[in-house]
């Protein structure tokens, strides 16, 4: 059996990314059952909230589902606790060093898988007890590292013996044979569920997923130190030119948080993807419909298992 089934006791070893407003219980719920790990996005959203939304997971699904954290939250003590008392089977997180938290999660028997965009983060969480982790590379949407999925992957192989999924440019069979090839064992993918049928996103962000061609996102926020990808835009293009003008990177980051708040849920919300956030990977422009999720998870990995067949004679 594949380790990362085994850890997450899935069918496929495929995590579902942790979008921020957007990945939700209806999401998460229609991944697990689909034979994924479904995750619920709890950056942005108090503790009442997360047990509710766990609650109305296990309502969907018998199957396992996970929580993500993001690290830069200032609630993130209160998230734990209600990780840890609901006994959420695993928890991913993102944009930092989880290391201070995956003693108190593993004593409360949740499995923990930090997504990591660095080698030496990598190998500091498997110090620190983490079951596996996700390398992902600079192509994904969101809060992102410098080091694209190809170089980042078998980098992170060679530094850890835990399981390493890979994350970022992956949307259909061919990204899961790839970086099967660069020694992952697993793979997560955010673009490709925000079109699932089940996401609850306006339909006008799936549409501009579905539009978006290969040079249509950029990474806003290079200059604060907390670099973002999302589709190009209105907003894009004025935290640009912000950036641009701007002398240092904290002048800069007054200026973009005076336009960007609540640009995400305007976006994922109220559908205004001009002025509002768009978060999205650079694989967008292979991303062409809205399916049910457990469809996606089925075609992705039997479309890798094909290719993998017709591709012997490359060798
Ligand atoms: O976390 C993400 N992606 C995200 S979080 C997010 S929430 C948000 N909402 C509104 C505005 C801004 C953000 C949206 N997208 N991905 C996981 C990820 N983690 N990518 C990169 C990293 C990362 C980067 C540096 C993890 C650790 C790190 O270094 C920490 C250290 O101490 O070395």
């Not at 998460?28 to 790990?37: D, H």
């Not at 109305?56 to 609630?75: E, H, Q, W, Y």
């Not at 967008?284 to 075609?299: C, D, S």
């Amino acid at each position: 059996m594949n380790d990362v089934c085994q850890i997450l006791g899935t069918e496929y070893p495929i995590i579902q990314g942790a979008m921020a407003r957007i990945a939700e219980s209806s999401l998460a719920a229609a991944v697990s059952n689909g034979g994924g790990l479904g995750i619920i996005a709890s950056g942005g959203y108090d503790a009442d909230w997360l047990r509710n939304e766990i609650k109305k997971v296990r309502k969907l699904t018998d199957k396992p589902f996970g929580v993500n954290l993001m690290l830069l939250m200032p609630n993130i003590d209160e998230l734990i606790e209600v990780v840890c008392e609901e006994k959420v089977p695993v928890v991913t997180t993102g944009a930092g060093n989880p290391g201070k938290y995956i003693k108190t999660l593993k004593e409360a028997g949740v499995k923990v898988i930090p997504v990591v965009a660095s080698v030496a983060l990598a190998v500091r969480v498997e110090r620190a007890g983490a079951d596996a982790v996700i390398a992902e590379g600079t192509e994904a949407g969101g809060h992102i590292g410098e080091i694209a999925t190809m170089a980042l992957t078998p980098q992170v192989v060679d530094a850890v013996s835990i399981p390493v999924i890979a994350a970022g440019g992956i949307a259909d069979g061919r990204g899961v044979a790839a970086v099967y090839m660069l020694g992952a064992k697993g793979i997560q993918v955010g673009t490709r569920f925000v079109v699932a049928k089940e996401c609850i996103v306006s339909p006008n962000y799936k549409a501009a997923i579905i539009k978006a061609k290969d040079t249509d996102t950029c990474a806003t926020g290079r200059s604060t130190g907390h670099p973002i990808r999302v589709i190009k835009n209105k907003l894009a293009r004025e935290i640009l030119a912000i950036e641009k003008a701007s002398s240092t990177g904290e002048e800069a980051q007054a200026a973009i948080d005076k336009v960007g708040i609540g640009a995400l849920s305007a976006a994922v919300f109220d559908g205004d993807v001009e002025r509002g956030s768009v978060m999205s990977g650079q694989i967008a422009g292979i991303v062409m419909k809205e399916q049910p999720a457990a469809e996606i998870i089925a075609e992705m990995f039997e479309e890798a298992k094909k290719i993998y067949v017709d591709r012997v004679s490359l060798f």
